[in-house]
C-alpha cells in the first residue's frame, strides 16, 4: 500500500506540474477495432505527438479518447488513452505508445482490476505481464526545450 501512496503523490504532483490551458488541450474520439490488426492512431499539439499503436480480438468497435497536452511552460507534455465506459470488451493482443518530441518520464495503465505498470519504454506491455485488459493508459514525458 506504502507504494501506492507514493505513486498517487507523484501523480498529484505531475498532474499539478501540466496545468494547461484550453488552446494546449485536444480531446479526440477514435474507434479502437478488433481482428488482431495492428492499427495506430495519434494526436499532436504543436511539435509534439502521441502514437497508440495496438492489436485486439473480440467484439465490435469501440469508442476511446485520445486526450494530449502540454504544459504552460512547455517543459511536459502528456497523453491518455482511454475507454469513456471503463472496462473494455476486447482483448488487447499487443499495445505501445511513444511520444515524439518528448523523452518518456511516466508510464501506467489500468486495466479493470488493478493499476500496475508493467511496461517497457517505449510503453508496452512485457510478456507475461499483461492480462490482455486494458482501460486506460497514461503516458508523461519531458520536452526538450533549451535553457536560454
Not at 490488426?37 to 479518447?65: D, K, M, P
Not at 497523453?79 to 493482443?93: A, D, E, H, I, M
Not at 488493478?114 to 499483461?130: A, C, E, M, N, W
Request: glycine content about 8%; overall charge neutral; some cysteine.
Amino acid at each position: 500500500m506504502q507504494l501506492f501512496g507514493k505513486m498517487s503523490l507523484l501523480l498529484l504532483g505531475l498532474s499539478v506540474s501540466l496545468c494547461v490551458s484550453a488552446e494546449q488541450t485536444k480531446v479526440v474520439e477514435f474507434n479502437v477495432k478488433p481482428g488482431g490488426v495492428v492499427h495506430t492512431f495519434s494526436e499532436r499539439i504543436s511539435e509534439y505527438e502521441c502514437i497508440f499503436t495496438y492489436a485486439s480480438q473480440g467484439g465490435t468497435n469501440e469508442q476511446w479518447l485520445m486526450s494530449v497536452g502540454l504544459s504552460e511552460d512547455d517543459q511536459m507534455f502528456s497523453c491518455s488513452v482511454w475507454r469513456p465506459q471503463g472496462k473494455s470488451y476486447l482483448f488487447f493482443t499487443q499495445f505501445k505508445a511513444e511520444l515524439k518530441g518528448a523523452k518518456i518520464e511516466y508510464a501506467n495503465a489500468f486495466t479493470p482490476a488493478v493499476i500496475h505498470s508493467p511496461f517497457l519504454i517505449p510503453v508496452t506491455q512485457r510478456d507475461g505481464k499483461f492480462s490482455a485488459q486494458l482501460s486506460k493508459l497514461t503516458v508523461i514525458g519531458r520536452t526538450r526545450h533549451d535553457e536560454l
